[in-house]
Each structure stands twice: as C-alpha cells, then as structure tokens.
C-alpha cells in the first residue's frame, strides 16, 4: 500500500484525489465545487432528493488540532444541509480515537465512523486503484516513481523535466516578500522580470510562480536557448506560462541581446509585446541585475522599453529573519545530512548566526546541507567550513575547481564555457577532446581515453546537469560567473581554448568575451600567445561549414565565413598582430568559394562591411575593393529573396540617394519579393501592437528610402492589427479568486524559531 503524507498537494489538488478515488471507490460522478467559500460541500452526489455530501479538509500546518477547531463551524453547515450522508476527508493521519474526536464534533447522527477518511484511508483507496495514483503527477514525484511519459516535443521535453525539478524542490522552497508582489505583477501584466544579484533566490522564486500557474492548468515552455524558441511554440487561446532563466545571458550583456544587429533585443520586446497582449499566456524571466543594467546600456531599444515597470528586485532584505530562518530548516530538514552534521548546527544555537549573516542566500544554504559536496569535510570540521563560507561564498565553487577537481574535470568545464554553458554530447565531446590535449602537452599532466566519461562523472550534479535528450549544461548561471573569474585571474585559460578549440564558434565566445570591460588581461594573453593560437584559428577559420547527413540534407557549422572574417579582422586590429592579419585573405577567398555554391548570410555581412569601415589594419583601396565586392554578393542574395529585418539591415549601408543606383535598383527587387511572397508571412507573426508597429516602421523606411509605395501593406496591416484586437478581446482571463489558499503558506508565524529547529532532532531521530 502507498504511504503518502500528501503534503506537496494543494488543498485543490487533495480534493481532486479525493474526488477520483471516490469516484473509482463508489462507481459514481461526484460534482466538484469551487475552491473557497463552499458553503459546506467540497463535492456531491445527489441522483435524487437525497444527496452525499464529501468534505475535503487538508490541514497541512496545523493538522489535527486546527482540523477539530474548523469542524465546530462546519458541523453547523451539515446540519443545514441535511444529507443523506455526509463525508469527511483529510490529509491528517488519524487514528481510531481522533475519528471518534471528529465525530463528536460533527455530530454521530450526521456523520459515521466509515465516513470519516484520514491519511491511512487514501492510501488504502490508492492502493485499490493504482490507475488514480498514475494520474496524478505531484504523487509520482512523492513517491519517486518512474516517470513514462512519451513527449513528443524536444522543447516540452525540457519543460517537464524543469516542472519535476520544481515538485521535487517545491517543499524546500520558502516564499519571500517578493512573491506577492510578482505574482500580481503576472496577473496584471503577464510578465514579470526577476531581477538582483547571484545566489539572491531568482530561480527558487520564478519556479514557486511556475508551480502555482501549472496547478492552474497552464501548460510550461522552458526557453533554453533564445526567445524565439518561445515563439515558436506561442498558442493564442492556450494557457501558456513561458519560461526563460537568466535571459539576458548566462554569461555576460550583449552574449545575445543588444550585439551587433540588435535583431535579437527586438526580437526579444516582440515576445514581451505578444504575451502581454494575449489572456492566456504568462512570461517569467530572470536575470542577474549586473547583467539587466549592462543590457540596458548596449542597448537603445530595450531602454526606450520600460522594462522596469515590470520588473521585481529581489534582494536579500526582501527575506525576514522568519524566511530566512524558514528556507535553512527546510533545506535541513529534507538534506541528505548526517545526523551528526545537523546536531553541530544545533549546538549552542549556531544556525541563529547562519540565519542572522548578512551574506545569507538560498544558494548557499543548499550548499552547506548537501552531503553529496562536503562528504570531505569531516563533522569536527563542518562548523568552520560554514563559518568561512559565510565569510566567502564564492569559495561554493572556486574551492571545488582548485582543489577536488581532475585536470579532465576542469577541462571539461572550460570546454563547456566555450560553448556558452550548453552543449549536446558529441559537440561536447570534440570540443573536450581537443582542449584536453592541448592543455596537457601545455601544463605536462597525463591523458587516458576514458578521461571524458570521468569528467563528466566528477562534475554531474554539481557543476552541470544533464538537458534534453543527451545533452548537459552547467548547474547554475553561477559557475559560469566561476569560471568568468578563473579566465579573467588566469587568462591564459583563453589562449588554451582558442589553441585547443574544436569548432570557430568557441574562438568566437572567448574573443567576445575578451572584448569586454575590464577583461584586458585576456586580450593581452592572447596576444601574447599569438604564435599558439594562429595556428587553430587558421585551420578552423576555413573548415568547409557543409555537413552532408545524407538523403540530399545538409546542415551548415556556425558561424559563418563573414562572421568569421569580422573576429579575424577585429584579432588583427585590437592586439596589433600580423599573424591574424594574414589569415583574412585566404579566409575571404573560402568566403568568396561558398558564394559560388551557396549563399551569403544578409546580417553578417552587413557587420562585416561595418568591421572594414572601422578597421585601421587593411589599406583603404583594399578596404574599398572588398566592399564593393561583398556588397555586391549581399545584393544578389537580397534580389532571390530576404527577411524583412536583412532589408532593414541592408539599407544601412547602402546610399539611397540615387534612386538609379544599382545597389537601390537591387535593394528595390529585394522589397518587390517581400511584397510577393514574404509579407503576408511575416505579417501573420505578427501578435501584438508592438509588433505592427514595427512593421509599418520598416516599410516607412523602405518607402523613404526606396522610393516604393507601402501604401497598401500598411492599409493591410491596420485591418490586420483590428483583426487581430477584436479576436484579442473574445479571450476571457479566467484568474480571479483562485489564490486565497496561498495565503496560509506560512502559518507557523506564531512558533519561535528555536522551537521549529528543536524539531530537527526528533524528526531527524
């Protein structure tokens, strides 16, 4: 038989399994009341004048006692109502005296001893019906069952598996002053963003908000990658909660927002737009605050946004002493601690100065409980890691990468970091390969083949964790921050992945990371270790980026030939080094092969031509030729066909003053298969003000600029926008009066704080 105590369930959630298992017990339909003021009935069964009347009571916190105090009100209720049997149900364990208790207090005329159902009694009935316990997902969680759910898509595929983290966590979890103030900013607005500092408790509260709206039935999207997934799977009339942690990068401002073309900042306000203009979709983002205010400076469309009005700060006064102390007992209480561990914490009241430090985070406090990280620090000795922890959290991961981790360990994580955090294993694979070696014949330590299997043994779980199908990332945005440091102490951590990287997309991440403030050091190492590093970027700069998989499909490597000869060119000019110079030419003659079989990338080329405009490292008639020569190529990729955001882009650098300019003669053949074949599409993406606006912008500026008429199109998009508007207005928000149960989350303000961690030892015992 189960042996559920059925405290990660809702009272809505405990009445659902009630009703079921009723259900399934008696053979009959059984009517569900809304949660709240019930009047006295939770269900009914009522085929004729006499009815069954089901009670459903869950009684998390103050368990038998608040129940026996509540019945004195609902004994009043029942003898309104007049059943012809009346059933109570409860989360409580009891026994046969506390049903006696019950009875008493309902009345032995109304209410029956086979009637009344504890905690012993559900699980009895699941037990009898296992169908019932496989439907419902927050049981399997309890009880750690094996999941065998067939998902079809690779993106939701990620959203479960982050929704059974959430369940798993959920009883640790303890809500701050935030959480109301971000849930009514989701109710009114739809989106909310998470914003302050590392280890703050960003993701624990963007997952309790999570968790609230799928008990409400929305359906979760976890963006793993950029916003765009997210549009992906939009659904208007879907109840849709969107997902994306740490969205403004994992790394560092202007990794995905705000570089370059700016297409991905908009792209980004276009989601926000489209969710807050649609009923049935939610957005939680979350982000570090340094990086929101380095977004915010690269970037002019996200600060004429107003981002800030939807933004929550979270910060570590937001947590009261309470919370605080709240957010330790859980963690202690559900760790995998010894006994002795937890009593040292114990004696002579300690965790009262752990509670009361003012570098307290939740972060840091999943650390000091997990035994699986400190299974090396010996019970005489846990009371003073603590203590320097508390004195320098970011000793959480540093001292681990100096001091526990294998050479393949460290390998592995630089590896991962030159991917951006997130890689599937066969590019993680090469990627290690290479840098392992490179990094061994460098600092003279030995390699074995099954070197990779074990870097991926040591850090699973503590520093990465497996994503989708066969694929890892780290733990938490914090390692990244990790190992930002270790590269920026260390730089010549970057030349070593520059010389051991396996594909130009990790030059690429450590070049745009070396161009950040305040990373001089790794400018200078690379630099200095030009002759080591020339050679892997020479190799990678022209490898073929044509993968044939068969059956007449092709897939192509990133980046592209432009974007490759931007990084090359921007080598040559900030370290003053010829070697990067020489590699430009016959990197511009791959380019230049690829035109002939394929296609020019519209957007790198544009940057492209806007490095050479700047570059002090090419002469100005070499300079002059290689515009017009990459120019002309964007152009006749344009006239087959384009985006409109690669006609915007263009137009930047191409004169328009001549109308019978060759160049505007094609940009104008461009537009004409925009209007043909391309609007209408881009035009139904379109899902919210914001988003039309955009679009009659860019075809103002093809009018001003091409001398077209858009007329029409934008007559089209005005009827598409009221279309739009009017189909907006028939979805109903159906969110009111659902949450007043939340509002007991903490009813244990009345124990002292050293009476809940006096319980520690019993429970624990």
Request: hydrophobic share 40%; proline share 4%.
């Amino acid at each position: 038989m189960p042996e559920y105590d059925f405290h990660q369930l809702s009272p809505y959630d405990l009445e659902i399994l009630a009703r079921d298992l009723l259900q399934a017990h008696w053979g009959v339909t059984l009517e569900s009341f809304k949660v709240g003021r019930d009047g006295g009935v939770d269900l009914r069964y009522a085929p004729g004048p006499d009815k069954t009347i089901v009670q459903v009571k869950h009684y998390l916190r103050t368990g038998l006692n608040g129940l026996l105090r509540d019945l004195k009100v609902e004994a009043v209720k029942a003898r309104r109502l007049q059943p012809r049997r009346y059933v109570l149900v409860t989360s409580v364990s009891l026994s046969p005296s506390n049903k006696d208790e019950i009875i008493a207090a309902i009345g032995a005329d109304i209410l029956k001893p086979m009637d009344v159902l504890g905690a012993g009694d559900l699980n009895n009935l699941l037990g009898q019906h296992p169908s019932i316990e496989g439907g419902h997902f927050k049981l399997w969680l309890a009880s750690r069952a094996i999941l065998d759910r067939v998902i079809h898509n690779a993106a939701v595929t990620l959203s479960e598996f982050k929704v059974q983290q959430v369940y798993e966590k959920a009883k640790r979890y303890v809500a701050g002053n935030a959480y109301p103030e971000a849930m009514k900013m989701l109710q009114e607005e739809r989106v909310v963003i998470i914003a302050g500092p590392p280890g703050v408790g960003k993701t624990t509260l963007a997952d309790l908000l999570l968790y609230s709206h799928l008990e409400r039935g929305y359906q979760a999207v976890l963006v793993q990658r950029d916003i765009k997934e997210g549009a992906r799977l939009f659904q208007p009339g879907v109840r849709q909660i969107f997902y994306f942690d740490d969205f403004m990068g994992a790394t560092f401002s202007g990794d995905r927002y705000g570089a370059g073309t700016g297409v991905d900042d908009r792209a980004l306000l276009d989601f926000i737009a489209m969710v807050r203009a649609t009923p049935t979709a939610r957005l939680i983002l979350t982000t570090r605050e340094h990086v929101y205010a380095q977004a915010l400076d690269r970037s002019e469309r996200l600060r004429q946004a107003a981002l800030g009005d939807l933004r929550v700060l979270l910060a570590m006064p937001s947590y009261t002493e309470r919370q605080r102390a709240c957010i330790l007992y859980n963690h202690l209480y559900f760790s995998d601690l010894p006994t002795a561990h937890v009593e040292e914490l114990l004696r002579d009241d300690f965790y009262l100065k752990i509670v009361k430090h003012e570098k307290f985070n939740p972060r840091l406090i999943e650390w000091l409980s997990s035994f699986r990280r400190l299974r090396t620090v010996s019970v005489e000795h846990y009371r003073a890691f603590v203590e320097n922890l508390l004195r320098d959290p970011s000793e959480i991961w540093r001292h681990a990468y100096e001091q526990e981790l294998t050479e393949a360990g460290r390998s592995m994580l630089l590896s991962l970091w030159s991917l951006g955090g997130k890689s599937w294993e066969p590019a993680l694979l090469a990627a290690f390969s290479e840098l392992h070696a490179a990094r061994a014949a460098r600092h003279h330590f030995s390699t074995r083949p099954e070197d990779f299997g074990l870097g991926l043994s040591e850090l699973a779980n503590s520093f990465i964790k497996p994503t989708g199908v066969g694929g890892f990332e780290v733990i938490d945005p914090s390692v990244l921050d990790l190992l930002n440091a270790v590269i920026r102490t260390a730089p010549d951590n970057a030349a070593d992945i520059v010389a051991g990287a396996a594909g130009f997309d990790q030059i690429g991440k450590v070049w745009t990371f070396a161009k950040a403030h305040s990373n001089g050091g790794v400018l200078a190492a690379l630099g200095q270790n030009a002759w080591r590093v020339t050679p892997t970027v020479a190799r990678l700069a022209i490898e073929h980026r044509r993968i044939d998989l068969g059956g007449g499909a092709a897939a192509f490597r990133s980046p592209s030939y432009e974007r490759r000869l931007v990084i090359i060119l921007e080598m040559a000019d900030r370290l003053g080094s010829s070697q990067f110079l020489e590699l430009f030419a016959p990197t511009m003659a791959r380019l230049v092969a690829e035109w002939q079989s394929g296609q020019a990338d519209i957007n790198d080329g544009v940057e492209l031509l806007r490095a050479l405009d700047v570059a002090n490292s090419l002469p100005a008639t070499e300079v002059e030729v290689l515009h017009r020569l990459i120019l002309g190529a964007i152009l006749i990729e344009a006239r087959t066909g384009c985006r409109v955001d690669e006609l915007r882009e263009l137009l930047s650098v191409v004169d328009t003053t001549d109308r019978a300019a060759p160049a505007v003669l094609a940009a104008q053949a461009s537009f004409a298969h925009i209007e043909q074949h391309g609007f209408y599409s881009e035009l139904r993406e379109c899902r919210s003000d914001e988003q039309f606006d955009g679009l009659i912008e860019d075809l103002e500026l093809f009018r001003d600029g091409l001398g077209v008429n858009v007329d029409r199109l934008i007559e089209r998009v005005e009827e598409a926008r009221a279309e739009f508007e009017e189909h907006a207005d028939e979805y109903a928000d159906h969110m009111q009066d659902e949450w007043k149960e939340r509002s007991r989350f903490d009813r244990d303000g009345d124990r002292s704080i050293s009476e809940m961690f006096s319980s520690l030892r019993g429970d624990r015992d």
